[in-house]
């Protein structure tokens, strides 16, 4: 007769687990760790790239604003040119339209604003519109100015996008002349 094992009486003890991360966990928070590194990447280049046109919307609306309230006060004459370099500005350039408007005594003069750098994508243009009085006419003095309207428009835009400037209209009223 062979002798037969004994099995222990003892209970058995739980396997522990191993201290420390498994190759599996370290490589999937790392796969995690790069993918959000790259998306914040591109939200940090895309919000760059929203604020530089910002910056440059906001300086093609300010330079045509400019322009066209110096061809109102008539520093400026309301003589139509294209693409004007600002002096201040060396990459921006303006251009000058006049037209009769449909209101005798006033013109339509219309200033358009554009950014030099024509090779890139996202070149920035701006334009406003404004009836001036023309300081080529003869006024009456006896000539109800009453009916008489100045309007400004604006729009700007950037390759296929759009933006809209407000226009406003006012009306001048009194015996002698504008106000």
Same mark, same amino acid.
């Given at each position: 007769?062979?002798?037969?094992?004994?099995?222990?009486? !003892?209970?058995?003890?739980?396997?522990?687990?191993?201290?420390?991360?498994?190759?599996?966990?370290?490589?999937?928070?790392?796969?995690?760790?790069?993918? #959000?590194?790259?998306?914040?990447?591109?939200?940090?280049?895309?919000?760059?790239?929203?604020?530089?046109?910002?910056?440059?919307?906001?300086?093609?609306?300010?330079?045509?604003?400019?322009?066209?309230?110096?061809?109102?006060?008539?520093?400026?004459?309301?003589?139509?040119?294209?693409?004007?370099?600002?002096?201040?500005?060396?990459? @921006?350039?303006?251009?000058?339209?006049?037209?009769?408007?449909?209101?005798?005594?006033?013109?339509?003069?219309?200033?358009?604003?554009?950014?030099?750098?024509?090779?890139?994508?996202?070149?920035?243009?701006? #334009?406003?519109?404004? @009836?001036?009085?023309?300081?080529? !006419?003869?006024?009456?003095?006896?000539?109800?100015?009453?009916?008489? #309207?100045?309007?400004? #428009?604006?729009?700007?835009?950037?390759?296929?996008?759009?933006?809209?400037?407000?226009?406003?209209?006012?009306?001048?009223?009194?015996?002698?002349?504008?106000?």
């Amino acid at each position: 007769m062979k002798p037969v094992a004994r099995r222990s009486t !003892a209970p058995r003890q739980a396997r522990q687990p191993a201290a420390g991360l498994s190759l599996l966990e370290v490589i999937l928070a790392i796969a995690i760790l790069g993918l #959000s590194l790259a998306v914040i990447g591109q939200l940090v280049r895309l919000g760059s790239r929203n604020a530089r046109f910002a910056r440059d919307s906001a300086t093609a609306q300010m330079l045509c604003e400019s322009k066209l309230n110096e061809i109102a006060s008539g520093i400026v004459p309301a003589e139509s040119n294209n693409l004007a370099e600002f002096p201040e500005f060396p990459d @921006w350039y303006y251009s000058v339209q006049s037209e009769a408007a449909s209101q005798e005594g006033l013109i339509s003069v219309r200033v358009t604003v554009q950014s030099a750098t024509e090779e890139t994508p996202n070149t920035i243009a701006f #334009s406003l519109t404004r @009836w001036i009085v023309d300081p080529a !006419a003869e006024y009456d003095t006896n000539i109800q100015v009453g009916s008489t #309207s100045s309007g400004s #428009s604006g729009s700007g835009s950037s390759n296929s996008s759009s933006t809209g400037g407000s226009g406003t209209s006012s009306g001048a009223a009194g015996a002698g002349g504008l106000q």
